[in-house]
């Protein structure tokens, strides 16, 4: 038994050290993270985006080795960085679900999810303007400029002005040109 100790002892001796060294650069990282701009791209953390191919998988962690938890099979879907790590960013989608995508599948194309349900486009940014067309809940577009309390969205060709609290994807007090 005193050699199997000895053995264990010796065998784990070296990495005292490096555990060491590995402790003190963690706390190092945590005071550089302090003094870093919000995100570590020197884009704004949080903001939104959209993805970009027509699947993506959202991860548990930032990395491949962790496991896909759900797969977004739409492009154009707006989503929110909250965070960067490295090549990763965690977003949440209009749902509020939260996970890690990799870089290559978000652009930074301004889009739009309609959360409510069926909505008017119209013509003029006021609401007793001309409906353009009828958007269903779901639909995803491109937002195009924001004022105080409208948005201009463009869907597939019909362009429109939607009330901000009628869709995902913009900030409350966002202005947009």
Not at 43 to 58: G, K, Q, Y
Not at 148 to 161: Q, Y
Request: with cysteine.
């Amino acid at each position: 038994m005193r050699w199997f100790l000895l053995f264990v002892f010796l065998l784990f001796q070296p990495l005292g050290p490096a555990l060491a060294q590995e402790e003190g650069a963690a706390a190092a990282d945590v005071e550089a993270k302090e003094t870093l701009p919000p995100g570590r791209s020197g884009l704004p953390v949080p903001r939104f985006v959209s993805l970009r191919a027509n699947e993506v998988n959202l991860r548990a962690g930032p990395g491949f080795r962790y496991p896909i938890e759900w797969v977004y099979r739409r492009a154009g879907q707006p989503v929110e960085v909250v965070d960067e790590y490295e090549t990763w960013r965690r977003i949440r989608d209009w749902e509020g679900t939260l996970g890690w995508v990799h870089q290559s599948m978000l652009q930074n194309r301004r889009s739009a999810r309609v959360v409510t349900d069926d909505q008017l486009l119209l013509s003029e940014p006021k609401g007793d303007a001309r409906p353009v067309a009828r958007v269903e809940r779901g639909a995803i577009g491109t937002v195009r400029n924001c004022n105080d309390r409208w948005c201009e969205i463009d869907f597939a060709g019909l362009v429109g002005w939607l009330p901000r609290d009628t869709f995902y994807g913009v900030y409350p007090e966002e202005m947009i040109n």
